[in-house]
């Protein structure tokens, strides 16, 4: 196989950017992810793969909770704050405003136009990412107007 063929071949996959958070009431992680996709209609189920050891998934692991933040098109430079360590300062989470999550207490960021709270029913583990298969138990949408932030149009890329 071509390296460079797999890589270009990988990376024409097309995902979104999301905020993906999660507490354990004392400990808050948060990260940008890509690898997020529907898996199930019913129950409504989604798969998220996150980074093997990063803070999201110990305290994913940790809880079984978590909550995806839904970015707009206009919204990579929210995306982009949590392409870092994650910083808490009283109902901030990298400098972003957040409410927890009725159900689960995850983080939900006030400027994310669309959101939805987790809880895992399976882990998968392999390779350099954990793969978590959750069930959708609360979801809002503040803005359905606002079209969501796709990878491709930041001219970044992740895989391949």
């Known amino acids: 196989m071509d390296p460079q063929e797999k890589k270009v071949a990988l990376?024409?996959?097309t995902y979104g950017l999301y905020v993906m958070t999660a507490t354990d009431g004392e400990t808050y992680a948060a990260g940008g992810v890509n690898w997020?996709?529907?898996?199930?209609?019913?129950?409504?189920?989604?798969?998220?793969a996150v980074k093997v050891d990063s803070g999201l998934d110990s305290v994913i692991e940790a809880t079984g909770k978590f909550a995806v933040n839904v970015l707009a098109d206009d919204q990579l430079d929210i995306g982009k704050a949590f392409f870092r360590s994650t910083t808490r300062e009283d109902d901030r989470l990298n400098g972003h405003r957040f409410e927890g999550g009725a159900v689960t207490g995850a983080p939900v960021l006030d400027e994310a136009p669309y959101w939805f709270e987790?809880?895992?029913?399976?882990?998968?583990?392999?390779?350099?990412?954990?793969?978590?298969?959750?069930?959708?138990?609360?979801?809002?949408v503040r803005d359905a107007a606002r079209p969501p932030l796709n990878l491709r149009s930041t001219g970044m890329n992740y895989g391949g």
């Not at 997020?36 to 998220?48: C, G, I, N, R, Y």
């Not at 895992?120 to 979801?139: L, Q, S, Y």
Request: proline content about 5%.
């Open 36 to 48: 997020l996709t529907q898996s199930s209609f019913d129950p409504p189920l989604v798969t998220a």
């Open 118 to 140: 987790c809880t895992v029913r399976d882990t998968v583990k392999g390779g350099d990412h954990v793969v978590f298969v959750a069930e959708v138990v609360n979801a809002g």
């Open 11 to 13: 990376r024409a996959i």
